[in-house]
């Protein structure tokens, strides 16, 4: 990587590896593939979710730009989204340059944000081999999305757009909706200790997306997270059982020596459920990912907050991170408990 961020290359690349990224999980994973997989390789970024733009290093990249997502932010005027998805090629085409071979990688191909520059970029920009590679989503990949026949019928109508615009070429294909069964991906990326049910042969399993404080076996010794998240006034848990259940973390701390403890509380919860006088409550100008990603801890503790499962992927063994409480939560049926009681522990989260 250099500092020509956001800039076109100055000449022809034999290698590009091209990154579509929409959250902080998928930005640290790109940065270990970036370093561990496409050593170099042009490295090109590309967010369309703004909510990434604080976690972005320009200048950590060979080139780096924001794309505007065609159904939210169409162009002014008429076929705004069609112009858009026009607009978006010749943008990506520019920050990528002439090369010779090409490796996209993306959470999900079943979108018409990212399916068109599968056929589109290796015409545009020259190459003559272009492969197709699968980013983890945390929860999300830890399970195959079958395309139904809706999904099926929507990918033949997407493709009619290349009748008015021929780099608008869609590549249809069958199985899992983020593309892990088609034709054109040779490789799925999955993070360390997260099940999933994709094919074998191609996957392949991430080091640890951080290295460095995050990493230091059993972290700070004297200092815990609490991750708070709307739990009463939710109705997941009765005002008493609340209480009990902050108590009860409490109680842990005390056995395991920590005496300090962060609290990071969830948009929608004002109230702190779950933060005692003393703590240390934590204002973030980056998401919590990104926090954890360079914040060392002794252990992690909540409910049934998904962060749990992020921070479980992010601190090694030595970290304990925790759920509270599930003797308590109101599911919304039996069969939503066992589904993220088998999830929770098949990511390594101890229960408690």
Not at 45 to 55: A, Q
Not at 225 to 233: M, N, R, T
Not at 246 to 267: N, Q, S
Request: hydrophobic share 40%; with cysteine.
């Amino acid at each position: 990587m250099n500092d020509t961020a956001g800039q076109a290359p100055a000449g022809h690349a034999r290698r590009v590896a091209l990154y579509f990224v929409a959250s902080p999980l998928q930005y640290l994973a790109v940065r270990r593939i970036a370093e561990d997989f496409e050593a170099g390789a042009r490295q090109v970024l590309v967010w369309y979710k703004r909510g990434v733009t604080p976690v972005v290093r320009e200048q950590d990249w060979d080139a780096a730009a924001y794309m505007a997502w065609p159904r939210w932010e169409p162009l002014p005027g008429a076929f705004g989204r069609h112009r858009r998805l026009r607009a978006n090629i010749r943008q990506v085409a520019a920050l990528v340059g002439d090369c010779d071979e090409l490796t996209i990688h993306s959470a999900v191909f079943d979108t018409e944000a990212i399916n068109y520059f599968l056929r589109a970029l290796p015409k545009t920009c020259g190459a003559t081999t272009m492969r197709a590679r699968i980013l983890p989503d945390g929860i999300i990949s830890i399970r195959r999305y079958p395309l139904g026949p809706t999904k099926r019928v929507a990918q033949y109508l997407r493709k009619l757009r290349r009748l008015a615009a021929p780099e608008l070429d869609y590549w249809c294909f069958d199985g899992d909706r983020i593309g892990s069964d088609a034709p054109f991906c040779d490789r799925i990326y999955v993070l360390p200790g997260l099940p999933h049910e994709y094919p074998d042969a191609k996957t392949v399993r991430l080091p640890p997306l951080v290295s460095g404080g995050a990493q230091k076996s059993g972290g700070d010794a004297r200092r815990a997270l609490i991750i708070g998240q709307p739990l009463a006034g939710t109705g997941l848990l009765s005002s008493t059982d609340r209480d009990a259940v902050a108590a009860e973390m409490r109680d842990w701390l005390a056995c395991h020596d920590i005496a300090a403890v962060d609290y990071k509380g969830h948009p929608k919860d004002p109230a702190r459920e779950l933060s005692m006088p003393g703590d240390h409550i934590l204002e973030l100008d980056e998401p919590l990912e990104v926090w954890m990603s360079h914040t060392p801890y002794a252990a992690v503790l909540g409910v049934r907050s998904s962060a749990l499962l992020f921070a479980r992927q992010l601190y090694d063994s030595g970290t304990p991170v925790l759920a509270f409480g599930w003797q308590r939560v109101r599911f919304k049926s039996e069969a939503e408990r066992r589904d993220m009681e088998r999830t929770f522990s098949a990511c390594g989260v101890e229960f408690e």
